[in-house]
């Protein structure tokens, strides 16, 4: 992902894919909200985590919100 801080690998042939995940961008101003909309799996655990702390590289946005 070219436009994250960051990148890792993920096991996603035991995650159920394809899955939908609940994304609410946070960060940097606070946490991102992440988390699964269906049926919980624990091998997304990992994955979700990750997300969690993802800040994307994104120009033209205001860093103001309020959390």
């Known amino acids: ?3 994250c ?4 690998n993920f096991a996603f042939d035991t995650v159920s894919c394809p899955s939908r995940l609940r994304f609410g961008l946070g ?8 988390g699964d909309t269906g049926t919980p799996n624990p091998n997304r655990r990992g994955f ?4 969690e702390e ?4 994104l120009t033209g946005a ?6």
């Not at 940097?28 to 992440?34: G, H, S």
């Not at 979700?48 to 997300?51: G, K, R, S, T, V």
């Not at 993802?54 to 590289?57: I, Y």
């Open 48 to 51: 979700i985590a990750w997300m």
């Open 62 to 67: 205001s860093s103001t919100r309020a959390c």
């Open 27 to 34: 960060r940097p101003a606070c946490a991102n909200n992440v």
């Open 1 to 3: 992902m070219s436009a």
């Open 54 to 57: 993802l800040e994307l590289a």
């Open 5 to 8: 801080s960051g990148s890792r």
